[in-house]
Structures are given as structure tokens and as C-alpha cells.
């Protein structure tokens, strides 16, 4: 389910230090955008967060609650997003710091997709 128009909202105002925060919705989910990069996902007005191996020791907490994941003809797809513990919404701050580390994690994924992204061949 995406996220609601109050808690996006809620999200965008809470995330402004980062830059600007976008959300667009995709795959029955929200996503969650700092200057074009997704760095993280709502669903049912929780926040999941980027995670990569080197963010994975600062989300450790994270880490108690099962990753996004969706179902796949029968089997389930564990995503690489964790969800942002409950007590970020009350620290801002902090919010801030782990949505900080999310989004320098998605940007080593797209980076690492982009260096692996088969080169297109120009027409002469």
C-alpha cells in the first residue's frame, strides 16, 4: 500500500536537509527520491531505508525487522531496504543521519549499476 498524503508529506518536511525529497508511486509502494535517487520505500506509512554492506553495522537496529520484500511466483524477494525503526519519527535528527547513510547507499548502488550498464553504441 502507498504511503498517505500526510505522512509523505510528513516525510518530505522531515527530510528537507538532505535536498529535495520526491516521492512517486510504483509497484503499490511510495518511493522515496533525493535528486532522482531512491534511497528509500513506503508502505503502509512505514519507512524502509537503503541498505548496502556499508551502512549494514549503522542499521543494525534496523536489522531486528524483516527486510521489504514482495512475493514472486510463490517465493518471497527479500529487497534491500530496512525499516526505519519507529523512534526515528520522534529524533529528526537522527532521522536525518540514517536517511543520510540510506541515500549514500543508493547512490553506490546506482553508481556500481551504471559502471555494469552495457555501453550503447552510437550511430555515426
Known amino acids: 500500500m502507498v504511503a498517505s498524503d500526510?505522512?509523505?508529506?510528513?516525510?518530505?518536511?522531515?527530510?528537507?536537509?538532505?535536498?529535495?525529497?520526491t516521492m512517486r508511486r510504483m509497484f503499490?509502494?511510495?518511493?522515496?527520491?533525493?535528486d532522482g535517487v531512491m534511497f528509500g520505500m513506503v508502505t503502509d506509512n512505514m519507512?524502509?531505508?537503503r541498505l548496502d554492506d556499508a551502512n549494514r553495522a549503522a542499521f543494525e537496529e534496523a536489522l531486528a525487522s524483516p527486510l521489504?520484500?514482495?512475493?514472486?511466483?510463490g517465493s518471497t524477494i527479500d529487497l534491500a531496504?530496512?525499516?526505519a525503526p519507529e523512534?526515528?519519527?520522534?529524533?529528526?535528527d537522527e532521522l536525518v543521519t540514517w536517511a543520510r547513510l540510506a541515500l549514500?547507499?543508493?547512490?553506490?548502488?546506482?553508481?556500481?549499476?551504471?559502471?555494469?550498464a552495457p555501453r550503447r553504441k552510437s550511430k555515426p
Open 28 to 34: 503499490g509502494k511510495t518511493g522515496v527520491f533525493c
Open 47 to 49: 519507512l524502509y531505508l
Open 68 to 73: 521489504l520484500s514482495y512475493e514472486k511466483k
Open 104 to 116: 549514500a547507499a543508493a547512490r553506490r548502488v546506482a553508481a556500481k549499476r551504471k559502471a555494469t
Open 87 to 92: 523512534r526515528l519519527f520522534d529524533e529528526p
Open 6 to 21: 500526510s505522512f509523505s508529506e510528513f516525510l518530505r518536511e522531515q527530510l528537507e536537509p538532505l535536498g529535495r525529497v
Open 81 to 83: 531496504f530496512c525499516r
